[in-house]
């Protein structure tokens, strides 16, 4: 029971930073998104 608490703990882990990961790429294309579009305004 107690192996079982482990493992489902670890599997949050893993899937909570994988989000994050996917969060901070996600910002940074927007990011990137964003400043390719000023640079083509100014152009």
Do not use: P, W
Not at 3 to 13: A, E, G, H, R, S
């Amino acid at each position: 029971m107690h192996i079982k608490k482990y493992c489902i703990t670890l599997i949050l882990l893993l899937f909570g930073v994988g989000i994050a990961h996917s969060q901070e790429r996600h910002t940074e294309i927007c990011i990137d998104f964003r400043v390719n579009s000023t640079v083509i305004d100014s152009a």
